[in-house]
């Protein structure tokens, strides 16, 4: 029944490493995003895509790669893993509809770099 | 160049009472605001959400206020419960030229707590 889901959901792993997280959709939706969110709280949009644009924050080092199986899915794999990368990293899928777009989140991945 | 300002910080409300969480947005593109509910251990959870063309929006207990010539717009929880302790983002998102939703962008976040 989940809607977004997210795996895994807790995440430990060395510096220098290169991990995935996966991020399924059942809603059909057709465009997902992935977000992250510090040890503050402050959330920040890293990618939104859908079948016609990737759209990346500037901000984001190329070390993020999202990649998309298909249309239910958004994979987020990031390479030579940092300790500034430790967050929450949430994906969120939505759906263009009489001009709303209501963004649903999934559970997170807490990912902590030693 | 934060594009979403949110206050308070933090807010304690009596049991019962109002609770008020205020943004102000900078980027006239913006056409759709949403506040997001998120406890702790959770991902955030759509609360409510409006579109500029209207001032006020209310679903149960939640309204929204938007004044879109003061590019601000705000929260009201009104009868606060326990229950309603979490934290609070306000958020803006702009329609892509081909006709896309992009990405939210979200203030800091508003920690509430209820007091029983």
């Known amino acids: 029944d989940t809607a977004v889901s997210q795996t895994p959901k807790y995440l430990v792993t060395q510096m220098g490493n290169d991990k995935s997280i996966k991020c399924e959709q059942n809603?059909?939706?057709?465009?997902m995003y992935w977000y992250k969110q510090d040890s503050k709280k402050f959330l920040k949009i890293m990618f939104s895509?859908?079948?016609?644009?990737?759209?990346i924050n500037e901000t984001v080092p190329n070390r993020f790669s999202p990649k998309s199986p298909d249309k239910a899915h958004l994979n987020l794999h990031i390479n030579s893993l940092e300790l500034g990368d430790s967050a929450v990293y949430f994906c969120?899928?939505?759906?263009?509809?009489?001009?709303?777009?209501?963004?649903?989140f999934g559970p997170g991945t807490r990912l902590t770099v030693t | 160049q934060q594009q979403v300002k949110q206050s308070p910080q933090s807010l304690i409300v009596q049991k019962g009472g109002i609770s008020i969480i205020n943004c102000a947005y900078e980027?006239?593109?913006?056409?759709?605001f949403p506040w997001y509910q998120q406890f702790p251990g959770k991902g955030p959870a759509l609360l409510i959400a409006?579109?500029?063309?209207?001032s006020e929006k209310k679903e149960g207990r939640f309204t929204i206020s938007f004044n879109k010539s003061a590019k601000q717009f705000s929260l009201h929880i009104m009868d606060s419960q326990p229950g309603d302790s979490a934290t609070y983002f306000c958020?803006?998102?702009?329609?892509?030229?081909?006709?896309?939703?992009?990405?939210?962008?979200f203030g800091k976040g508003t920690h509430l707590i209820i007091q029983p």
């Open positions: 969120a899928s939505s759906q263009m509809f009489q001009g709303r777009s209501e963004q649903y």
């Open positions: 809603l059909g939706h057709d465009t």
């Open positions: 895509y859908n079948n016609k644009e990737l759209i």
């Open positions: 980027n006239t593109a913006f056409d759709y």
């Open positions: 409006i579109r500029p063309d209207v």
């Open positions: 958020a803006a998102s702009m329609t892509l030229t081909g006709g896309g939703a992009d990405g939210l962008t």
